[in-house]
């Protein structure tokens, strides 16, 4: 169900896009959502973005947000000025403050080493083909 505060909802939706001060969303597919507080809940998301975030038991693609809360979710990248996290997986964080247990694919510090390692390994080849 997707309902935001315009009292606009609809049971097992496919949408392109929801913006509202408030949203909630249950067993859906929403292509984009934005609002002040987003709820996600069994749902599938291309992309959310708001002040406080909360993603449960959900797949985003990606989330920013200035709070996110994730459990029990995938999300590929997620971007936030505070994060909590629990048993949930996440491809890409960006955030200075972070709490729970996550399951972090590529974190800043490994971002870090994986552009090293990408630049070392180009030079090296450049390198072996001159010779």
């Not at 947000?65 to 629990?86: F, K, T, W, Y």
């Amino acid at each position: 169900m997707v309902s935001g505060e315009n009292g606009h909802s609809e049971e097992t939706s496919t949408l392109g896009g929801v913006a509202a001060e408030r949203v909630e969303l249950s067993q859906s597919a929403v292509g984009d959502v934005t609002g002040a507080e987003v709820n996600v809940r069994q749902a599938f998301v291309r992309s959310v973005s708001g002040g406080e975030v909360e993603i449960e038991e959900s797949m985003a693609l990606s989330a920013r947000a200035q709070r996110i809360e994730v459990e029990e979710s995938v999300v590929g990248l997620a971007v936030a000025q505070d994060a909590r996290i629990d048993r949930s997986s996440v491809v890409f964080l960006l955030s200075p403050r972070v709490s729970g247990n996550v399951n972090a694919v590529f974190t800043l510090p490994a971002a870090f080493a994986f552009g090293f390692g990408i630049v070392v390994a180009r030079r090296l080849t450049g390198w072996l083909r001159r010779r």
